[in-house]
């Protein structure tokens, strides 16, 4: 069982940043591939970028590339989402995944063996 709790969404103006994290529970954490989602007002969640148990592998939506980063800690059980350059567009619920098979999460898939709650992003214009 693995437990995830993201942090670090809040409000900025276009053009700024924010670092989202998520701290994860269990021992089974650095086997698990991770990845952020989003779900703006009145759209369906999307993928945003995953990267792979061991780091070496990272995958971002079109929309996010060169603006965001996505990493890993293993030893602190903890992803993290690096944003810049932010857009209001980008405001939304960002959500927190864990799968066993990144292909999951790179395949428009929405069904993931954990998620977390959520954490709000909003980037004011």
């Known amino acids: 069982q693995v437990q995830l709790v993201e942090s670090g969404g809040g409000l900025v103006q276009a053009g700024g940043s924010l670092r989202l994290s998520c701290a994860a529970s269990g021992r089974t954490f650095s086997s698990y591939a991770m990845g952020w989602f989003r779900q703006a007002p009145g759209k369906e969640r999307e993928f945003v970028a995953a990267i792979s148990w061991n780091g070496g592998s990272t995958y971002y939506a079109d929309s996010v590339k060169g603006r965001f980063t996505i990493s890993r800690d293993n030893a602190k059980n903890t992803v993290y989402l690096e944003m810049n350059s932010l857009k209001p567009e980008d405001t939304a619920v960002y959500y927190c995944?864990?799968?066993?098979?990144?292909?999951?999460?790179?395949?428009?898939?929405?069904?993931?063996?954990?998620w977390g709650k959520g954490t709000l992003v909003t980037v004011s214009s």
């Open positions: 995944a864990a799968d066993a098979h990144i292909a999951t999460m790179t395949g428009g898939f929405d069904v993931m063996d954990y």
